[in-house]
């Protein structure tokens, strides 16, 4: 099974910069699509952003010209810049891979969806 791990979560004051990287791990061949979900308190998890194999890419409207989506098909590794960050950012943020084809001893594999386990982002004074 392919794993995903996120870094870069922390404390950030209001107005500034996180850099979010989700490695996927395992004997991978292609994702289709990787993204950026994230769930606040007391609410649903939403979209961030996805990136499809292609460099297409998708983002909430509430992050748009803020936050931007890129991914190094290569290192399976998608990453989510996060500029001009506020308190209504504040969350708890998932890598989200779909479409994913890899090796599991010699056998060819294909998972829907995997998730990673999240990793905090706080935007606080």
């Known amino acids: 099974q392919v794993q995903l791990v996120e870094s870069g979560g922390g404390l950030v004051q209001p107005g500034g910069s996180l850099r979010l990287s989700c490695a996927a791990s395992?004997?991978?061949?292609?994702?289709?699509?990787m993204g950026w979900y994230r769930q606040a308190p007391g609410k649903q998890r939403e979209l961030v952003a996805t990136?499809?194999?292609?460099?297409?890419?998708n983002y909430s409207d509430s992050v748009k010209g803020r936050f931007t989506i890129s991914r190094d098909n290569a290192k399976n590794t998608v990453y989510l810049q996060m500029n001009s960050l506020g308190p209504e950012d504040t969350a708890v943020y998932y890598c989200?891979?779909?479409?994913?084809?890899?090796?599991?001893?010699?056998?060819?594999?294909?998972?829907?969806?995997?998730w990673g386990q999240g990793t905090q982002v706080t935007v606080s004074s």
């Open positions: 989200n891979a779909e479409g994913i084809r890899y090796y599991r001893g010699s056998l060819l594999r294909y998972d829907v969806r995997s």
């Open positions: 395992g004997s991978i061949v292609s994702i289709n699509v």
């Open positions: 990136i499809t194999s292609g460099g297409s890419t």
